[in-house]
């Protein structure tokens, strides 16, 4: 084993450990970056392919037990209706995410206070604020300024466009009177910073070739390398090393040759995502911490939240070219996303106007769901009279956390190199199935407002493929007792370990999280830069 | 039936038979015969090269094909002889008895049909694959876009300050 040291050591080279090591690039520490993927190829991205929807069945699923790649873990979701999705590669779940870009809201901070329910964030909107402003620029995002669902807040470039489906939506909300606006996307609607702008591609999963969908192999992984920043690739971290003082060591991982490796370094930031990371904390057991590093609250692994999904389809008059445009992004509406008395539920859902679907995903049972259509003459029906007229509204419901969803260790499923594979125990609570029957209901008022003949798939069940936000099985609080990091991502029990992916989340909110993933990395980069004093 | 040639090696001729009688049952051909069966559109060849690269794969297929002949001769009539109201019973009854075979058959079916890039312009989408051309969507004219979210503008902020 190697036992050189370095300043900084970051596990992951996604969304959150790109923008943490941006943060921190500028002091001029030695810092590397494992990560367990390599480069993509753009040019050889299922996109670019003729059978293109075939690979979102296998080498380039979202769900790492179908592509079963090298680089991926496999995960025990038998417990779940709902499975992890990601991707390991430099760039992470950048690489085959959507680009829908929504923020927090101001309350999405304060949901014990406002609410009565889970915990207040140790920190707030305005805090965040100046990180989402950066992190937009670095990323490119396209957007319409002055949505008066949110705080005033600049983004870099004009939307992009809503295209018949968006349109055909938005003229819904207007007949009810109900808030919607045009998606903030990660995904250039202009040339940008040397990126091209998006072409309509439609298969913003596969990986976008064109450069348009900000992943941070294009945006931040560039930057870093100039600056020095160090990033070995197929390096898989089994464990973090824990010192008779209390602190960490380092890490201990398997490097690109299946060599076991141990990295010192002064301090350690765990980026590998609301699975990942709970994954090695728990394999990381010592004297010290038997239960996992950093784990004397008990609360490393629990509290696990995805944002359940379902939707609602409506059938239009005249094709809706619902392929063409970025999958989930044209608009969004947020007319029940603040709490209301009135309802039987607390906190509250968006209503997100994407595209519709290619043909054999349609054929499959639609993006994230395994539910094969009908053969024979219903299919054809359906693929004559049906698929070309579809438009529909994705539920996004705010998940609570609950400490009975949990990821564990699963000892008799491993990975390639014999670490355990994470296990998933999750339900979906009743506070998200009364926000689902809501929804779905304003869903098809929204579609019928907008001219849709029928209602063809009306909410159900939450769609099994679509974990792809991962999020508070570390999370942040003031309170050691009940919380694995404190309000700057600092574990409160090991000083010199962070994290900085969702993890730290203390609740989900009702929207995408890498916008504010990345501005949390930031802010844990920035905090740590001035308070260098409080590291060790 | 209009079949298309097959050159799997797979199967043997009647084998081969039997699972296009079936493919054209799965996706029928659409009414004005534009739109080609799973059949006519040589999906047996997907399959067959599919099935070549996985033995669990394989030896489900030879028992599901093995079944579906044994049936076949149950029914006292060769496929040439069968209605296709015959035909649509005999995949039912496969769909019954059979659903682990038959699952897979149909998704590969649905694989090898719809990831075909010629398909893929008879329901509106390119043949071409999505990159580097894409799509043509028009840019939304900033007034016009002004106008439709003036309603929602004028409704005032909908966040709560805290």
Known sequence: MKKTSVDVIIVGAGASGAAVAYALADLGLNILCLEQGNWIDRSDLPSTKKDYELHRYSKFSCDPNVRSLPQDYPINSENSPITPVNFNAVGGSTINYLGHWPRFHPSDFRVKTLDGVADDWPIDYETLAPYYDLNSKIMGVSGLPGNPSYPPYDIPLPPIPLGKLGNTLAKGFNELGWHWWPSDTSILSRAYQGRNPCVNAGTCDLGCA????????????????????????NCRVREITIQSNGKAGGVIYFDSDGQLQEQKADLVIMACNGVGTPRIMLNS?????????????????????FHPLSGVVGLFEEPMEGFKGPMA?????????????????????????????????????????????????EHRRQFDEIYPYCAGLTIVTEDLPLQSNTVTLDHELTDSDGIPAPRINYQVDENTQRMFVHGAARAEEALLAAGAKRIIASGGDVWWRAGWHLMGTARMGTDPENSVVNGWGQCHDVKNLFIVDGSIFVTSAAVNPTPTIQALALYVGDSIKKNQNLLF | MKLTPSTTSLWNSEQLFLLNGILAQLIPSGADGKIPSAAE???????????????????????????????????GKMATEFSDEEWIAFVSFLEQSQQSFFETLLRSTYEGYYSESTIRPLFGL????????????????PMELDRMLEPVRQRGVCYREC
């Open chain 1, 210 to 233: 064109s450069g348009a969908k900000a992943s941070v192999d294009l945006t931040y992984w560039p930057q870093l390398l100039g600056k020095g920043v160090q990033l070995k690739t």
């Open chain 1, 285 to 305: 057991r010592s004297k010290e911490f038997p239960d996992g590093i950093a784990n004397r609250s008990g609360q490393l692994g629990k509290n696990l939240m």
């Open chain 1, 329 to 377: 992004c044209s608009i969004i509406s947020q007319e029940f996303y603040e709490t209301d008395p009135s309802r039987n539920f607390v906190r509250g859902y968006g209503l997100h106007g994407g595209r519709f679907t290619t043909p054999m995903t349609f054929a499959l049972g639609g993006y994230g769901v395994d539910n094969l259509m009908p053969w024979g003459a």
């Open chain 2, 41 to 75: 559109f040589g999906v047996a060849d997907f399959i067959s090269q599919k099935v070549a690269s996985d033995s669990e794969l394989e030896q489900l297929f030879t028992q599901g094909l093995k079944y579906s002949e044994d049936l076949l001769r149950q029914s």
């Open chain 2, 126 to 141: 390119s043949s071409e694959p999505t990159q580097p051309e894409g799509y043509s969507v028009p840019s939304d004219e």
